[in-house]
């Protein structure tokens, strides 16, 4: 009889430690900012499942939503919020309720219309997008953590949903590996493959083949694979790279060089080659001052004159 309590704990142990048992599911959004006008926000914001489940539909959402390319997401978004618009059955009738403070929405409801989301757009997946969609929640954060464990994604990325970032992310990791497709969806052969992967990659951006060296355009080509270039990051990247390629002039104008016309065309013309970019800023640090040019011809003359 003493076996079954400790049998029992045992049990109770494992089930507590599992991941999916302890994890607290959060919404694809900010819970940070204030929600208590929005009743659905507030109640995803609070309610671990209700969260859960807004991640399942975002699972299948993304996927479609990477099937149809850029010239589709308006279309698909378009469509998702009409069909927003039956949430609003969920939301309680209060006449109490302020303009502040919204009236609460009933979980269970909000699961029901969402889950019946789900599989509607369900039904336009097949093939490798469909077997992504049907997959564990669990399972589809874990694959985003091991694609920031690999290497492929950065840090604070597991949130369940596949963006951008994370698709790019993947169609590197299918290259990188040879796998059969490189479309940034993830077949039930490429996530038990991926998460069996133990090798860690050294570089923070995916790399070419795990066994050459990055040259300077595949680094940059990592780097602008992680900005999301649909918001202000990538003009700080573009000024930064900018800046950074035209350092030569810059310096060349701050000392104010007699020939910094000629380190401006090297500069152009040649620094992408990195031998050009050397010799502009080479230039730049040698040349003559202006007002050093100027104080040598004043004392050649005063020699020329006495």
């Avoid at 989301?117 to 091991?146: P, V």
């Avoid at 991926?194 to 795990?210: A, E, G, H, V």
């Avoid at 380190?263 to 502009?280: C, E, K, M, Q, S």
Wanted: hydrophobic share 40%; with cysteine; glycine share 4%.
């Amino acid at each position: 009889m003493r076996r079954v309590p400790l049998l029992a704990a045992v049990l109770l142990c494992s089930v507590w430690s599992h991941p999916s048992f302890a994890r607290n599911y959060k919404p694809d959004f900010d819970c940070s900012v204030d929600h208590t006008n929005n009743s659905i926000a507030t109640l995803l914001c609070e309610n671990s499942e209700a969260a859960k489940h807004e991640l399942m539909f975002d699972q299948t959402y993304y996927v479609l939503r990477q099937i149809y390319g850029k010239k589709g997401w308006k279309k698909l978004k378009q469509e998702a919020i009409e069909d927003d618009k039956i949430f609003q059955e969920c939301i309680e009738n209060n006449s109490e309720t302020t303009a502040v403070v919204a009236p609460q929405a009933d979980p269970t409801c909000y699961i029901t219309h969402i889950d019946e989301l789900t599989e509607k757009y369900k039904t336009r997946l097949s093939g490798a997008a469909l077997e992504e969609a049907n997959r564990d929640i669990d399972e589809h954060i874990n694959i985003q953590q091991k694609l920031i464990d690999l290497g492929y994604l950065p840090l604070k990325t597991d949130d369940g949903v596949y963006g951008e970032s994370t698709r790019i992310a993947i169609q590197k990791w299918q290259k990188d590996l040879n796998r059969p497709r490189h479309d940034g969806i993830v077949s039930d052969s490429d996530a038990q493959i991926l998460l069996s992967d133990t090798k860690p990659i050294t570089s923070n951006f995916p790399q070419k083949t795990r066994h050459e060296s990055r040259s300077i355009w595949d680094t940059l080509d990592g780097l602008f694979s992680y900005i999301n270039t649909s918001g202000w990051s990538l003009w700080i990247v573009i000024i930064v790279i900018i800046s950074w390629y035209l350092l030569p002039t810059s310096i060349a104008i701050n000392r104010k060089c007699r020939n910094i016309l000629a380190v401006f065309v090297i500069n152009v013309l040649f620094g992408w080659t990195l031998l050009g970019w050397v010799i502009a800023l080479l230039m730049a640090l040698i040349f003559e001052k202006r007002s050093d040019y100027n104080l040598r011809m004043q004392a050649m003359r005063k020699i020329a004159d006495s």
